[in-house]
């Protein structure tokens, strides 16, 4: 089985802080991609990395960076967390090859005061 | 307009009824398909791949209809615990060298003992 971990199950930021949610996988899948999920407006894609230093914008990147120094670790990074930021965010991976389903992480519910 | 269209429900239906979701999408780019499942305040998880063939895993048969643009998912002998959101995603290709997953917002199933 796949496994992805996310560092933290809950968080709670302040406003303005720089916050980093770390994403790990064992199965050395290539692909690793963040995602942000909330009510009505369904999963959205925020940014996404196809190898070791290589990273692409998803649909909603503005806020956000990422880090990928080691294949099995995709960073996720608020440069300076505002409230629009409050959210479920998730983590998913999946193996080479064209169109295989993604496998996600238990999620950070991230809240910004 | 969205790009994959779920009904969000909710539906409730009694044990032992058999349910149909469906699901519309609008590029005809689409290349694979599947549904997720998402209990409450968890991360989602593949429920299973859908074929034009049709295909069935125990209580659960899902379509898809390529022409209509069009995936359904059946649930036969409803049990209390298949109470959840499922996700219809589209995966299509992104750019040249890899894909993205294209999430529905997902349809609340509620069984009622």
């Known amino acids: 089985d796949v496994k992805v971990t996310q560092s933290s199950r809950y968080l709670v930021k302040r406003t303005g802080e720089k916050v980093f949610l770390e994403c790990v996988q064992d199965?050395?899948?290539?692909?690793m991609f963040w995602y942000r999920q909330d009510p009505g407006l369904g999963l959205r894609l925020i940014y996404f990395?196809?190898?070791?230093?290589?990273?692409e914008k998803g649909d909603i990147p503005e806020g956000y960076s990422v880090s990928r120094e080691k294949k099995e670790r995709f960073s996720l990074i608020l440069e300076s967390a505002s409230t629009n930021q409050t959210s479920m965010y998730l983590c998913a991976t999946n193996p080479p090859g064209q169109f295989q389903p993604q496998h996600f992480g238990d999620g950070t519910r991230l809240s910004i005061l | 307009r969205k790009e994959v269209e779920q009904d969000p429900g909710p539906f409730n239906v009694p044990e032992g009824a058999t349910v149909a979701f469906n699901c519309t999408y609008s590029n005809s780019a689409s290349q694979s398909f599947f549904w997720y499942r998402q209990d409450c305040r968890k991360e989602p998880k593949l429920l299973m791949s859908v074929y034009s063939s049709g295909n069935e895993d125990g209580r659960f048969t899902a379509q898809l209809n390529r022409a209509s643009q069009y995936i359904s998912l059946l649930i036969r002998d409803s049990k209390l615990s298949d109470s959840a959101t499922y996700l219809c995603?589209?995966?299509?290709?992104?750019?040249?060298?890899?894909?993205?997953?294209?999430f529905g917002t997902g349809t609340l199933l509620a069984v009622q003992p």
């Open positions: 990395s196809y190898d070791v230093k290589m990273k």
């Open positions: 199965m050395d899948h290539e692909n």
């Open positions: 995603v589209v995966n299509r290709r992104y750019g040249g060298a890899t894909n993205k997953l294209i």
